[in-house]
């Protein structure tokens, strides 16, 4: 991708993201973009950069740090995790990140907690949660999300800030946003069992529901597709 079509599909995605939440009746300030950069060259991820962009979305951990290292430069960048988190991988996570989206169980949590180096600020977490049932494998299910989330905010060294989902592809407008209203209502559910938790995140909505998940109530919107164009995916 050259350098001019990244920055028209990056101004394109930022449009789409203002016209989803001017059409939502909502303020332009109320979601933001994450930028999945996954399997993209930090070269990319640098010139996104170079034309504003600040939060970027990586799954793989060693490619991401191998990034990491490339961009040590770039001020004010925020890295995401938001990829399947094994429990043998949380210490470079817990070293290197300022978020994780993907936490769905309670060893992962501990192990980033206990991990999170004293020298950096409470890790920003959210908690994924399976709202589309047996078509999804990975996230919490939504009767476990509260003990779930109780758990983690015993935690001192994370910062439960919300909740996370990748629904399961769906064709039309109307099935896209009934995943991601189950989202949107869980969020609500955790905010009145929970008033003192910063909880103000849901992250969903991706390069094919992003109008969905806005109308939703999305605050932080993940595109990769839209952004980077598509991902070679005979690399993994
Ligand atoms: C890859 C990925 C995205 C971006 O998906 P696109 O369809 O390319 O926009 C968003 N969220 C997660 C968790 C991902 O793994």
């Known amino acids: ?13 930022r449009r789409r ?63 995401h995790f938001i990829g399947p988190l094994q429990a043998n991988k949380t ?45 999804s494998k990975s996230g919490i299910a939504l009767d476990e999300l509260e003990s779930l989330a109780a758990a983690v905010l015993s935690l001192p060294r994370l910062r439960l800030r919300g909740l996370m989902a990748i629904p399961a592809p769906a064709e039309s407008l109307d099935r896209q946003r009934e995943p991601l209203a189950r989202l949107r209502e869980a969020l609500e559910a955790l905010r009145r069992r929970f008033p003192e938790a910063p909880l103000d995140t849901l992250s969903m909505g991706m390069s094919d529901d992003l109008e969905a998940a806005v109308l939703e109530g999305a605050t932080l919107v993940r595109l990769g597709t839209a952004i980077f164009g598509a991902r070679d995916t005979s690399r993994r």
Not at 98 to 103: L, P, Y
Not at 111 to 133: I, T, Y
Request: glycine residues 6%.
């Open 91 to 135: 210490r470079a996570v817990a070293e290197h990140f300022d978020w994780v989206h993907s936490i769905d169980r309670e060893k992962v949590a501990r192990r980033l907690n206990d991990q999170r180096p004293e020298a950096l600020g409470p890790l920003e977490v959210c908690l994924q949660v399976n709202v589309s049932g047996e078509a």
């Open 17 to 79: 993201l203002d016209a989803a939440l001017a059409n939502a009746g909502r303020p332009a300030d109320a979601a933001r973009l994450l930028a999945v950069s996954k399997t993209k060259p930090a070269a990319m991820i640098r010139k996104a950069w170079g034309l504003g962009q600040r939060e970027f979305g990586e799954n793989y951990v060693q490619e991401a740090l191998d990034k990491q290292a490339e961009l040590a430069d770039l001020e004010g960048i925020v890295w």
């Open 1 to 13: 991708m050259t350098d001019t079509m990244l920055s028209e599909s990056l101004t394109s995605a």
